[in-house]
C-alpha cells in the first residue's frame, strides 16, 4: 500500500507547477498568504491515505481508500459527489460539486445541474482506488476561520478530513536558530541546523551504542545506531512529519544506513522562548539528555 501511495504521490507532486514545500500557496480571499495543512487532529481512519499540493494555481487534494466499501466525498449540501472504493472512482454528475472541483478556477455548469433537483447519476471515472480534486474548502474565506474540514463518508458513517491554515506571510522580524553544542555535550552527537521556510535540524551521530530522538510528546521517534537511522512509525511525531512509512507493520522502520538524519521540527519555531530543546535517550548512560539552543535577532521588518 505504501509502495502504491509513494507513486501516486510522486506523479501527483510532478504534475503540480510548484511544491508546497517550496513557498507554493493556493489562493484565499482573505489577505495574506495561507496553505492549508492536514494535521494529525484530523486525520482519518488509516485506510485512508491523503496529501494536499497547493500551487498559484489552488489547493488540490489527493484522496486514497485502501478499507472495505466505500468512500464518498460530501459536498456543501452533505450529498456524496465522488465515491471512491478498491475497484475505481465513481462521479454524481448531477452534482453541482463534480464540475466545480475540475478545475481551480470558475467554470459555467451544466444545464442539467442547475435544475436544483439533484438525481443519481454515478459514472466511472477512474479505474483507480484514488483521486485528486480542486475543493474550495481548502481556501481560507474568513480571516477568523483558523481550521478546514471536508466532509467524508465511510460505509455511510461520517469521518470527516480537516486540518488548519498556515500562514505563509513574512514575520514581522527575523531570527537565526543556533545550536549550542557546547552547553550540555552529547557524546559522539553532532547536530546542526538548516534554514528555509522549515526550519529543520540534522543530527549526526558516531556512537556505539543506541540513541533515541524524542518528538514533542515525548515519545520514541527516531533511533541512531551505528547501523543507521529507524523511524518509529508509531510516534505522532513521526506522523506529523508526513513522511513515508506513513504506516507499517514494523514498529520501527529503517531510514538510512548512516547514521544521520534531517528533518524539520517545530520546536525551532517557538522564538518566543529563552531556549529550544529536543530530548535524547542515550542507551549508554541511561539518561534523557538534550539538544539545545536559542535564536538571534538578525533583522526587523
Known amino acids: 500500500m505504501i509502495k502504491t501511495l509513494t507513486t501516486v504521490l510522486a506523479f501527483f507532486l510532478a504534475s503540480c507547477v510548484i511544491s508546497s514545500n517550496v513557498y507554493a500557496h493556493g489562493a484565499s480571499v482573505v489577505a495574506g ?14 485506510a485512508i491515505l ?16 485502501e478499507g472495505e466499501g466505500k468512500l464518498e466525498v460530501l459536498g456543501d449540501d452533505n450529498e456524496p459527489f465522488i465515491r471512491i472504493t478498491k475497484s475505481g472512482v465513481y462521479a454524481n454528475w448531477d452534482h ?4 466545480k472541483v475540475q478545475t481551480a478556477g470558475p467554470r459555467p ?8 433537483k439533484l438525481e443519481s447519476k454515478w459514472t466511472q ?11 474550495k474548502r481548502l481556501e481560507k474565506t474568513d480571516e477568523h476561520a483558523e481550521r478546514w474540514s471536508i466532509a467524508l463518508a465511510v460505509n455511510g458513517q461520517r469521518q470527516d478530513l480537516s486540518g488548519y491554515f498556515k500562514s505563509l506571510t513574512p514575520p514581522s522580524k527575523r531570527t537565526l536558530v543556533t545550536v549550542d553544542n557546547n552547553a550540555a555535550p552529547i557524546a559522539d552527537l553532532t547536530a546542526m541546523v538548516i534554514p528555509g521556510p522549515e526550519r529543520a535540524i ?19 521517534m527516531l533511533r541512531f545506531s551505528p547501523k543507521g537511522v529507524e523511524a518509529n512509525t508509531q510516534s505522532k511525531g513521526w506522523k506529523q512529519l508526513g513522511r513515508s512509512p506513513v504506516d507499517s507493520n514494523a514498529k520501527w522502520v529503517k531510514l538510512s544506513t548512516q547514521a544521520a538524519y534531517t528533518w524539520p521540527d517545530s ?4 522564538d518566543e522562548q529563552e531556549k529550544w530543546k529536543i530530548p535524547v535517550f542515550c542507551h549508554q548512560d541511561k539518561k534523557v539528555k538534550f539538544i539545545q539552543g536559542g535564536w538571534v535577532e538578525i533583522a526587523r521588518l
Not at 453541482?96 to 464540475?99: R, S, V
Not at 455548469?109 to 436544483?116: G, H, K, N, S
Not at 471515472?125 to 475543493?135: H, K
Not at 551521530?205 to 520514541?220: C, I, K, N, R, S
Open 96 to 99: 453541482p460539486m463534480w464540475f
Open 202 to 220: 540534522r543530527v549526526s551521530y558516531q556512537g556505539d551504542h543506541h540513541m533515541v530522538v524524542l518528538d514533542e510528546y515525548d515519545e520514541p
Open 50 to 65: 491523503s496529501q494536499i499540493q497547493s500551487s498559484p494555481l489552488g489547493n488540490e487534494i489527493l484522496v486514497q481508500y
Open 267 to 270: 520546536r525551532l519555531d517557538n
Open 33 to 46: 498568504e495561507w496553505l492549508p495543512v492536514i494535521d494529525e487532529r484530523g486525520k482519518s481512519e488509516a
Open 125 to 135: 471515472v477512474s479505474e483507480r482506488n484514488y483521486y485528486g480534486w480542486y475543493d
Open 109 to 116: 455548469l451544466p444545464e442539467w445541474v442547475t435544475d436544483q
